[in-house]
């Protein structure tokens, strides 16, 4: 059989995100594969170094589209390191509220982009649909609805608004009602349980060898390796969450998984919601000439959970106003270059979509 | 004992560290010299610190020096270990630690492109990310300007763009109209 060189995306509909899939088949049997990714690259990490480190915070949401928050956190969090700034109490549960919400709607994105690969499309408008709700919850807190630039180095820009709390109440009780549905419409539905049961199965040993994390490390490692239990940031060892993970890592226990991780996020914001404390969001950094503000020499990196694995950033400063290097450790790097390099051959060319979209590849975290 | 502390006596029994560092008790920082990096490596792995979460560069234009930063990380133990060591910036080349993290290969082949430091012992080096004819300094190197590379940079190209694609244009209505003039001239010359 004639061996064909095929590329998937990233106009193709499975596809997620500006990059390629470029494949040498057999048939539909995929022989070698490799990840283009380029298309979409700015330069963050030369640009952050021509910033201020205020200013870097408008530039940081960026590098992650579908998910600006966890960005927006490790580069606080690292500057926090470095300046050694005390982050206020109430601020704390502020961002623990957003990082939660913006993980239900990362987890009911890729659940909707389940439809694609499988051909349901159901499942996405009823996920984007509820996504929506979650953007309009962030329009209110922040301003914004995708790009939010709202966790600061120091706390959060400003308070929650008046009735908020009643807002998010009544959507966690309306996506818990729906979280049946939610389970007969996609994995239960029969057609898309036969296509994603027993496909791209990810032994552990590839786990250590790639260096996958996130759910995909914990659907196949039969382990509770999250950064909010291993090393808890924030108030995450404050509040009572399970973290579900699998021995056998096929499509369907990834899956299932991300909608385990949605009723424990629900959990985790109603703690949140009940005990979080009164008093100031933010603490001031260099008043009036945040632009000359200068953060000690010395280097950190920080790491917050995404919903794809650890994401990082490596921070080095020289005691300027601008930060000296700025390293951004994307979650979906392994899994979705080496992974897709190393782990698609030999399987079916559809199922490449499904990898990208269970694995949670974000190809703008690869170009950064 | 916490893991920081076992981090600290394992590898300060067995190697000279030139400076420890302890960010937190999350995370801490060992800087060897260049050649104990892969020994250490090896032992870590051994120890339990089986992933590699990070790898990258920094560019001291002033000591002329590379720093290489590894992290490891160990779920169990809950410990990120930073692992650095500086280079010479005129040779860059460092072994590649291919053979202990197979996860490095794109860490290493990104380092390359925007550093220009060599790992022999790491199979490809193509362009990834940016242009594959590009011949100028690797970009994140802090010697590059990237002003350079600014709007007068593409303003200039885009001129000659389009100053090629105008020749182009004109040429090509040359020919159509020397085309159109020999077919009038045959037809003349077909009525004479």
Redesign the interface.
């Known amino acids: 059989m004639r061996e064909l060189k095929l590329f998937l995306g990233p106009q193709h509909p499975g596809m997620h995100g500006n990059a390629s899939v470029h494949m040498y088949v057999e048939g539909d049997i995929i022989k070698k594969s490799y990840l283009l990714p380029g298309m979409l690259h700015r330069g963050f990490e030369k640009g952050m170094e021509r910033h201020s480190w205020v200013n870097n915070i408008s530039l940081i949401p960026r590098v992650c589209v579908v998910e600006p928050d966890i960005n927006e956190m490790a580069f606080a969090m690292a500057v926090e390191k470095l300046a050694k700034l005390e982050v206020p109490e109430r601020a704390h549960w502020i961002r623990m509220i957003i990082l939660e919400l913006a993980r239900i709607s990362i987890h009911l994105m890729a659940y909707g982009g389940l439809g694609s690969p499988t051909g349901n499309y159901t499942i996405m408008y009823h996920a984007h649909a509820d996504r929506n709700r979650i953007l309009d919850i962030f329009e209110k807190i922040t301003g914004h609805r995708v790009y939010h630039q709202y966790i600061v180095p120091g706390g959060v820009r400003k308070d929650l608004p008046v009735g908020i709390e009643q807002d998010i109440h009544d959507f966690l009780d309306d996506l818990e009602s729906r979280y049946t549905e939610y389970r007969d419409i996609g994995i239960e539905n029969p057609t898309i349980l036969k296509r994603i049961s027993d496909t791209i199965m990810l032994p552990e040993e590839v786990v250590w060898e790639l260096g996958v994390t996130g759910v995909g490390m914990r659907s196949a490692v039969n382990k509770p390796y999250d950064l909010r239990k291993v090393q808890p940031y924030a108030r995450y060892d404050q509040v009572e969450f399970d973290v579900p993970v699998s021995g056998y890592s096929d499509a369907r226990s990834r899956v299932n998984i991300k909608l385990i991780e949605l009723t424990q996020s629900i959990r985790i914001i109603r703690q949140c919601l009940e005990k979080m404390p009164n008093g100031d969001v933010r603490v001031p950094i260099a008043k009036g000439q945040s632009m000359r503000w200068t953060v000690p020499k010395g280097h950190a990196y920080a790491c917050v959970e995404s919903s794809r694995g650890e994401f990082g950033y490596y921070m080095v400063s020289n005691g300027g106003t601008h930060p000296y290097r700025v390293g951004v450790r994307g979650a979906s790097y392994p899994q979705g270059l080496l992974g897709i390099e190393k782990y698609l051959p030999g399987t079916r060319i559809d199922d490449a979509a499904l990898w990208v979209d269970t694995m949670g590849v974000c190809s703008p975290e690869i170009d950064r | 004992m916490n893991s920081v502390e076992f981090a600290r006596e394992l590898v300060e029994s067995k190697f000279q560290v030139l400076k420890t560092e302890v960010?937190?008790q999350?995370?801490i920082?060992f800087e060897v010299t260049r050649d104990d990096v892969h020994r250490l490596l090896s032992m870590l792995k051994q120890a339990g610190w089986?992933?590699?979460?990070?790898l990258?560069a920094?560019?001291w234009l002033e000591d002329n020096e590379f720093e290489l930063?590894y992290?490891v990380?160990n779920?169990d133990k809950?410990l990120?270990i930073?692992v650095r060591t500086r280079i010479d910036r005129e040779h860059p080349e460092m072994d590649s630690v291919l053979s202990i993290?197979?996860?490095c290969?794109?860490?290493e082949r990104e380092c390359h492109e925007?550093f220009g430091v060599k790992f022999p012992g790491n199979p490809d080096f193509e362009k990834?990310?940016?242009l594959e004819e590009w011949d100028d300094i690797p970009?994140?190197r802090k010697d590059f300007d990237?002003r350079a590379y600014s709007d007068a940079h593409f303003a200039k190209r885009e001129y000659e763009d389009r100053h090629t694609v105008l020749n182009n244009q004109s040429s090509k209505q040359k020919q159509r109209e020397a085309r159109k003039e020999r077919i009038t001239t045959i037809g003349k010359g077909g009525r004479k």
């Open positions: 960010v937190d999350y995370q920082s089986i992933q590699l979460s990070y990258s920094i560019d930063v992290i990380m779920w809950a990120h930073q993290f197979p996860g290969k794109y860490y925007f990834q990310l940016i970009p994140l990237p």
